[in-house]
């Protein structure tokens, strides 16, 4: 995916956009939000996903229909980038970020229903809604056992995900550390398969800094 080589039709004023967000940003996270020049097209990206902006999205090259699997390595601040465009209430930045090993946490005290808890929410009458997640540090977690059998958490999720996605258009955002042969070794070539048609791929450069130093 790269930057717009020319000038093109938006439905944003980014000019005004992309100051908005660093201040806000910078609010939120208690510190100046700074974008390296390398991140740029990611941000850029990123925001107009949130903001439905076809008209970017159709130059960029991805789909608003699917959601986002934000890769990079350790510390490029992926995690924190998801966190503040939630806080920012943009047109569809409504979803809940929860840490992938937190899920597998959930599931090692509840059992099962933490499989349907994320695939489903329910509301004060008891009908189930569903519910957009970003699940964090895909492939931190582990295979865990519940009463002696081994299951794939998080491989159980995204398989329960990608089916409301092809029934009822629900996002879903991750972000890993994982490449895509390694995401095959962790959740199989059936779940990779899946996970190309659920969403589009933003990525920092390998050298992008560790922005918690």
């Known amino acids: 995916m790269n930057l717009p080589t020319k000038t093109i039709e938006t439905r ?10 660093i201040k806000n940003a910078s609010k939120i996270i208690g510190r100046e939000y700074v974008i390296p020049s390398s991140e740029r097209a990611i941000v850029f990206a990123m925001l ?21 699997l934000l890769t990079g390595p350790i510390g490029c601040g992926k995690t924190t980038l ?8 943009l047109n569809k930045s409504d979803f809940e970020v929860i840490s992938s090993r937190q899920v597998v946490s959930e599931f090692l005290k509840d059992g099962f229903d933490i499989i349907d808890k994320y695939s489903f929410t329910t509301n004060g009458n008891n009908l189930r809604n569903i519910k957009s997640f970003c699940f ?11 009463f002696g059998n081994d299951c794939n958490v998080m491989g159980e ?11 009822k258009n629900t996002i879903t955002h991750i972000t890993t550390n994982l490449s895509a042969k390694e995401i095959e070794t962790l959740y ?5 398969s899946r996970m190309r048609e659920m969403f589009n791929l933003f990525g920092y450069e390998e050298s992008s800094e560790d922005k918690r130093k």
């Open 82 to 89: 998801f966190k503040i465009l939630k806080e920012c209430k």
């Open 157 to 167: 999720i995204l398989l329960s995900r990608y089916e409301l996605f092809k029934q």
């Open 48 to 68: 107009a996903w949130m903001l439905r902006d076809d008209l970017v999205a159709d130059e960029m090259g991805f789909d608003l229909n699917k959601g986002i």
């Open 188 to 192: 199989g070539k059936r779940i990779r």
């Open 12 to 21: 944003y004023d980014y000019y005004k956009v992309i100051p908005w967000f």
């Open 136 to 146: 964090d540090d895909l492939g931190t977690e582990k295979i865990t056992k519940y």
